[in-house]
């Protein structure tokens, strides 16, 4: 992963507006800034960008709310990297309090569209585990590898034996093997499930089996139980329908019955309904009557009601119009008074003006009086500024020549400084090249060691091939030949122990051919399959004690295999390390010859700084700028007491200013107070003659005409409402009226004929009823079959019901007799499968054992330590001048003797093998970057996850001048390893050693910020 940018808002001490670092501008930096301005939120960012975490504790990561900048209610992070060759964004959002949702977005830069494309999945989580399996790591691998954070730089050294090695499993991937052993476990337990289904499936068949000639018996006997159900069942046949014949007629009767009984309930029921209506119309024309027995009084109150309306509306239009003019009267009238208030304020306005005008004369002509005195001051003031341009003009020369001689200076002395370095820089390569030289006895020693330790591995080598060869042929024979071959011989037992059953059939002659057999025969015959079956059970037995043997035989080349394979693990990349050593003893006998060529140059260039031979030009330039800047005889007191003369003076040049602006406004205002004065005279008429608002007060008058020629009589017009109100029913009492008039014809023809139709209805009740006790007395004499119809249909149903039990039982019985035959043929294939499934189970469990952790992936975490642990002690040797080494301890041994995979980390220096807790601060983090560098520069070389960015957060306080050299010098040493190299520190000593400065202010109003400073 190559960061690209990182723009952050509201995030810890970083506030608005967003703040954006462009990380394509260097490939190694310094973060550098004060403790607590933000050096490390700037890292914090990016990893809660990612993951949504950071600063996590032991036991629990920071609620997000935390990281937001106080007084602020929203924080986001966007973070732009490369990976693989494709550009990713991530932008992750988070809101204080559940009113708004916290947002998470990932994308990939698409070249040929030109923009992103999101890669965001239904939920946050999702999301997140998409951003996980795109990086290949999760949060506690990458601060375990190549981001070394603050204050855990030991995360890795620090953790359990155990715990490493579970962070290097997942460094290196190793996961993918976890879940092939869960597939084999779960291929194991599913092939013994199924064995342990077959037996029981063989128990279920065997007790199945036992059970056939009980269900033949029973099938016999249900058989004759059914054929005499059979015989009940036509008896009761017949029965029922002669019983249902004789129902038929006594239904036909009684419908005959309820079909009279209703027509005569009908008839009675509209009889009785015409009653109603004839009553109802009786009481209609009763009411029709009273209506019209106060006709004349109703019209009389019609006609006094419509003459009343017509006054009343006469008077309303009247109060509608007086109403209408008496508003516009008002309004007319407040017009005038309206314009008349403007007159007045404007002559007020002008009265106003007048006065200011003459005040502001008065002052004008007490600062005129003062002008003899303004003009003197005015005048000596020009004289002194003058002077001051002169007196400036030399400051500036001598200025320019003083900087001249500056810059000449610091050339001369970067000259010097340049020298100096040069000598110090020498001096220290001389001092490499003598401590260099001071191991030249110490590799000649450990070649002759190496030289020995080849020999050594040789030899192992050739073991380890002849135990190697020797398993794989241990292992054909103990998984193919011998199985097969006892395979071979159970399945010859099986078919003679078949053939030799056929002969106990009681039956002679011969099962093949059906040919007769003798007694004799017969007896030959079983006694050659009994000793063919004798010979394969002994040679059976034998296969198998020999496979036993073969397998405790393997089991013990595979312990020897193991052990030489261990043994050759301390030997690896033993002729790379002889190549190095003898090129490293080559490269000391360069060094002496390159000692003595530094020291002839170290005295060269004392040579030139003793004697000042450098920088000569300069020097004679320096004396002459020195000449001229006495030459300018420039006074810095008279210059200084011109200028506070030219101060104090000052003042009159505002003066001046005013006196002159004085003059022209005192002639202006003298000519404008006598045209005010004829404005205020002519307002002052205008309001006495009331000539203003003409034509309002025309339309006033007239209006107050037109409403004297209107009379509008209250009183009257309250009475007639009152007699409206009185006669408020006139009108719906002459409409009921008429309709009674229309109605009273249609009322009595309505009657007339609902007495004709109750007479007819009269007469039909008379003949249903005649006709009804005909029937009934039919009806009386009839018999009711219906209880014995019953009673027959209810016990054919039960011998129905108990024919079809019986069919059911005859069918169940006949299904459980055709399963127990086909039992009787699964029983003969369930031993093969169970032995298939076994050598499943065997095979399974193998391949389990295989890619558990002891197995493979221990293997893989064997090889790749050792990667580890070389990359380690070189960058350790670097950082520690060749004095401190670490050794990993991938298995110790337990109380029992068994051995047990863990990582343990020996530490050895000059005073002897350590743990790690006993190294001092600055110790132990010279061996936590060693580690924590060689672990991402191991993991940068596997397919699995590329990181290409190494971080390191603070440390180097705890370092001496010589740790801190170490650490700049092994951090150049990597450097090339990766794409981006970050180093965050406080410390000035390293704020200029790297070419790129990144560095962090912390403002109380603005939060912090950053910017980035290049040579």
Not at 15 to 38: M, R, V, Y
Not at 381 to 399: N, T, Y
Not at 982 to 989: E, K, S
Request: hydrophobic letters at 35%; aromatic letters at 8%; glycine letters at 4%.
């Amino acid at each position: 992963m190559i960061p690209l940018k990182l723009r952050l808002k509201n995030f810890l001490s970083y506030g608005e507006p967003t703040q954006e670092l462009d990380f394509t501008t260097f490939s190694i930096a310094c973060l550098s800034g004060k403790n607590g301005h933000g050096k490390s939120a700037l890292l914090d960012s990016i990893i809660w960008a990612i993951w949504g975490q950071a600063r996590k504790t032991d036991t629990s990561s920071r609620s997000n709310e935390e990281f937001v900048k106080l007084g602020s209610y929203e924080m986001s992070v966007e973070f732009e990297f490369l990976l693989e060759e494709n550009h990713y964004r991530v932008i992750r959002t988070f809101f204080k309090g559940k009113s708004r949702p916290h947002l998470l977005s990932f994308q990939v830069f698409d070249e040929n569209a030109g923009e992103f494309h999101t890669l965001d999945k239904p939920s946050i989580t999702e999301t997140q585990t998409q951003i996980n399996e795109t990086l290949k790591i999760d949060f506690e691998t990458f601060i375990n590898s190549s981001f070394i954070l603050q204050g855990r730089a030991n995360e890795f050294t620090s953790k359990k034996p155990s715990e490493r090695k579970e962070i290097l499993s997942k460094i290196l991937n190793l996961e993918r093997f976890a879940v092939l052993e869960k597939l084999a476990k779960e291929d194991k337990k599913k092939a013994q499930q199924e064995i342990d289904f077959l037996q029981r499936k063989v128990s279920e068949l065997e007790s199945q089996i036992a059970k056939k000639e009980s269900f033949q018996a029973e099938l016999l006997l249900e058989n004759e139980k059914l054929a005499q159900l059979d015989k009940i069942l036509k008896s009761l046949n017949s029965e029922i329908r002669q019983t249902e014949k004789n129902q038929e007629s006594f239904e036909t009767i009684k419908k005959q019955q309820k079909s009279l009984l209703e027509h005569l309930q009908t008839v009675k029921n509209e009889r009785k309904n015409l009653l109603l209506r004839l009553q109802n119309l009786e009481q209609k024309l009763n009411e029709n009557l009273k209506i019209l027995s106060h006709k004349t009084e109703i019209e009389a109150n019609f006609s006094r009601f419509g003459t009343f309306q017509k006054r009343e509306k006469e008077l309303a239009e009247t109060f509608a119009k007086i109403s209408f003019l008496e508003k516009e009267l008002a309004e007319t009238k407040q017009k005038i008074l309206n314009e008349k208030a403007k007159i007045e304020n404007k002559k007020i306005g002008l009265e106003t003006e007048k006065s200011s005008l003459e005040k502001q004369l008065q002052n004008l002509q007490e600062l005129v009086s003062k002008r003899l005195k303004i003009k003197e001051g005015f005048e000596k003031l020009a004289e002194l500024e003058a002077k001051i341009k002169l007196w400036q003009q030399k400051k500036d020369s001598q200025q320019k020549l003083l900087l001249k001689k500056q810059e000449i200076f610091s050339t001369i002395e970067n000259q010097k400084k340049e020298l100096d370095a040069e000598i110090g820089n020498l001096e220290n390569q001389k001092q490499k090249n003598t401590e260099k030289l001071a191991e030249q006895e110490f590799l000649k020693q450990k070649l002759v060691e190496l030289n020995q330790d080849l020999q050594k591995k040789q030899q192992f080598e050739k073991n380890f091939q002849e135990v190697k060869e020797k398993g794989q042929t241990l292992k054909e024979r103990s998984q193919k030949f011998l199985p097969e071959e006892i395979e071979r011989l159970e399945s010859e037992i099986f078919d003679f122990e078949e053939k030799n059953k056929l002969f106990h059939t009681g039956k002679n002659a011969c099962p093949v051919c059906q040919s007769e057999l003798s007694h004799e025969k017969t007896k030959q015959v079983e006694n050659h399959y009994s000793a063919e079956i004798g010979l394969r059970k002994t040679r059976a037995q034998n296969l198998k004690n020999e496979l036993e043997s073969v397998k405790n035989e393997l089991l013990k080349a595979k312990s020897t295999f193991t052990e030489l394979e261990k043994t050759l693990k301390n030997f690896v990349n033993l002729e790379t390390k002889i190549g190095e050593t003898q090129a490293k003893l080559e490269e000391l006998e360069k060094v002496k010859i390159e000692l003595s060529e530094l020291e002839t140059k170290i005295l060269e260039k004392k040579k030139i700084v003793l004697n000042k031979k450098f920088a000569e030009e300069e020097r004679k330039n320096y004396a002459l700028l020195s000449e001229e800047i006495t030459k300018i005889a420039y006074d810095e007191e008279t210059h200084k007491k011109i200028i506070t003369d030219f101060q104090a003076l000052e003042h009159f040049k505002i003066e001046f200013s005013k006196l002159n602006e004085a003059l022209l406004l005192q002639e202006k205002i003298s000519a404008e107070l006598p045209k005010l004065s004829q404005k205020i005279l002519e307002l002052e008429q205008v309001l006495e003659q009331r000539d203003f608002a003409k034509e309002e007060i025309v339309s006033y008058k007239k209006l107050e005409t037109e409403k004297k020629e209107f009379f509008y009589d209250a009183e009257e017009h309250k009475k007639i409402k009152n007699e409206l109100e009185n006669l408020k029913n006139a009108s719906a009492n002459f409409e009921n009226l008429k309709n009674a008039v229309k109605r009273e014809a249609e009322l009595e023809e309505e009657r007339t004929k609902t007495q004709t139709e109750l007479v007819s209805k009269n007469l039909q009740s008379e003949k249903f009823e005649k006709d009804f006790e005909e029937v009934n007395k039919v009806f009386k004499n009839s018999e009711d079959f219906s209880e014995r119809l019953k009673e027959a249909k209810q016990t054919f149903e039960v011998s129905s019901k108990e024919k079809s039990q019986k069919l059911t039982e005859l069918g169940g019985l006949k299904e459980k007799l055709k399963q127990i035959e086909i039992a009787e043929q699964e029983f003969a294939g369930i031993e093969k499968q169970k032995k298939f499934f076994s050598e499943e189970v065997m095979i399974s469990d193998e391949v389990a054992k295989m890619f558990g952790k002891n197995g493979i992936p221990a293997l893989i975490i064997e090889n790749e330590v050792v990667e580890i642990e070389q990359e380690a002690n070189e960058i350790l040797s670097r950082l520690t001048n060749g004095t401190t080494t670490l050794a990993f301890k991938s298995q110790v041994e337990n109380a029992k003797g068994e051995f047990k995979e863990t990582l343990e980390i020996l530490i050895s220096d000059t005073s002897g093998t350590r743990n790690y807790e006993l190294f001092s601060g600055g110790e132990a983090f010279r061996i936590d970057f060693a580690l924590r560098v060689a672990l991402s520069k191991v993991l940068a070389q596997r397919s699995g996850t590329k990181l290409q960015t190494l971080v390191i957060d603070e440390g180097f306080g705890t370092q001496d001048e010589e740790g801190i050299e170490n650490l700049i010098e092994a951090i150049n040493e990597v450097k090339f390893d990766f794409e981006k190299i970050l180093i965050v520190t406080h410390l000035d000593r390293l704020k200029d050693v790297f070419p790129v400065r990144i560095e962090v202010e912390k403002f109380a109003d603005r939060g912090s910020v950053f910017k980035i400073l290049s040579e």
